[in-house]
Structures are given as C-alpha cells and as structure tokens.
C-alpha cells in the first residue's frame, strides 16, 4: 500500500481575486488517522489533512464554500466527512461514498447533515468500476433525495459507461473533466462524446476541476485549459470547479494558488466566472 505525498503547504495567494460566495467544489479531508482512521482496504496512505489544514487554505485563496468530497481511503466510514462540515458553520456541503448496507434512513440522516450527493469510482488505480446493480440499487434509495450522482472516470469510461449516465434518475457529476489526458487532445474521442453529452442532457453537469490530473506539461498546468473552457462553453449553466486539495495521487503536485489563476482563462468573462464560482454551485448543492 503506498503513501502519497502531502500537499504544498505554502499555498501561494493567488493574482485572481475569486468572487464573494466562491466555492471549492471538490477537495478532500484525510483523518486525522487517530480520531477518523483509513480503512483497512484502502488502496493508498494519505498525510493527514485535516478540516482546519483545509479551512486555512480556503482563508487563504479566499474560498467562501466547499464541498467535501468523502475519499475513498476513508471508505464508507463518513465521519471525517460529516464533522467538517459540521464545523463549517453551513459554508460546506458534502459527497459521501456508501454500500449495500445503508438504507434509506441512513441517507435520510446524511442529508440532514450536509451531504447532498453519492458519489461511484470507476478508475482503475482505486479500484475499478463498482459492481452496476449495487450501484443501482444504492442510487433508487437516494432518489427521493435534493442529491445528485457524481462518477469519477477514467477517460475511456466515458465511452465505455455512457448509457449508465442516461439511466440514472438524478442529475450527473463527471469529476475531472472525464480525466481525460491533454497528450490525447481535445478531439479525443472520450471528450468529445463528453461535449456532446453535455450540449444534449440537461441533467449533466462537469467539474472543471483536475487539471494537474490531465496535463502533459506540468506546473502551471495551462495545457489543460482549452478541456476547461470547451466544457464551459458547452454548458456555462451545468459546470462547477474545485481544488481537489490535497490532491491525493498526483504526479505533480500543485500550488493550489497557480489552481486559482487558471480560472480567468477557463471562464474569461465576470458573468462566467460567477455562474461557475457561485450561482451554478449554490443550486447544485443547495448553498
């Protein structure tokens, strides 16, 4: 089981000043281990990166919401989870992982407590697709629910899953643009039927978020603009962007400050940047 490095913990202040109600989409609480410990079936060994690690970094970029996505080295266990954002004070929302064994009290109970989504992974390096039924059969007993779904891909699962994205009863997330890889280019065939989609289902929404995740480049990560930007223009009232600190698998690791200064180049323009930073987010999650 490896360990994964730590996050850069001189967070650099960004150029770009982020709107008020700015919120951070995605990113992560890890532990601490010795109040919230990993599972023992984890596939990786995060630092610490506790809720007030998480909020000082906020405080820096000048992030006024989150959404706390439950990692997957924490399982199904969400406390980790449910006490940041219980400890926001009501700036953060949450996206939980679950299995066959919660019922529909327990999400009842989840959403009282901030969560607002479920979310499957499908990548391989966690793990692979989740088994389809069970999925299925989690998601009916959410549906009752203000949630949505929300699917981490690798980029061939777009292709590969796209009618489960047309089945699913609630509205869609796609972490990370899809992931798909900037080396590949933007006509690549995965991100294209992603476009697509997104010009076609009013039900489908994207994170411009992973950019670190999908460039060939490195630091600042300005190749992966243009996948941002074609998914912005492609559906300006279903997109929203986060961090992903602590950026848990990463080749390079960011500054979450350089993260920030690419968001005048994915939206260019005022009106863009606060369906993107605030109204779309604030309906999304219910903010």
């Known amino acids: ?22 919120c951070d989409a995605h990113c992560h609480v890890f532990g601490p281990g010795s109040r919230f410990p990993y599972a023992s079936r984890r596939k990786y060994t995060p630092p610490d990166a506790p809720k007030e690690k998480l909020r000082k970094l906020h405080d820096t ?39 066959m064994t919660f019922g529909k009290r327990d999400f009842e109970a989840l959403n009282d407590n901030g ?21 299925r059969s989690i998601v009916d007993k959410v549906a009752h629910l ?11 699962d777009l292709l590969e899953y796209e009618a489960v994205l047309d089945e699913m009863p609630l509205p869609v997330v796609i972490d990370h643009m899809g992931r798909a890889a900037v080396r590949d280019g933007i006509g690549q065939a995965p991100f294209r039927a992603l476009l697509a989609k997104l010009g076609a289902s ?7 978020s992973g950019c670190e995740r999908i460039s060939a480049l490195g630091p600042p990560f300005t190749d992966a603009v243009p996948f941002a930007r074609a998914c912005i223009e492609a559906a300006p009232e279903r997109v ?15 500054n979450d400050g350089d993260l ?22 604030a309906r999304l999650f219910g903010f």
């Open 61 to 99: 970029l000048g992030i006024e919401r989150a959404v706390i996505v439950q990692a997957s080295c924490h399982g199904t266990d969400n406390a980790a989870t449910l006490d940041a954002i219980a400890a926001s004070h009501g700036r953060c929302r949450g996206i939980c992982n679950a299995d």
């Open 240 to 254: 929203i962007w986060g961090t992903d600190w602590p950026h848990p698998n990463v080749k390079s690791m960011p």
């Open 260 to 281: 920030v200064d690419l968001i005048p180049s994915m939206a260019p323009t005022r009106e863009l940047q606060q369906k993107l930073l605030v109204e779309n987010p």
């Open 146 to 156: 203000p949630w949505h779904v929300e699917l981490h891909f690798d980029a061939k």
């Open 1 to 22: 089981m490896k360990t994964i490095a730590p996050p850069d913990p001189e967070t650099r202040i960004p150029a770009y000043t982020l709107p008020p109600g700015a």
């Open 202 to 208: 009013e039900q489908l929404w994207v994170k411009v």
């Open 115 to 135: 969560i607002r989504g479920v979310r499957f992974n499908f990548v391989r390096h966690l793990g692979g697709a989740p088994d389809l039924g069970q999925m």
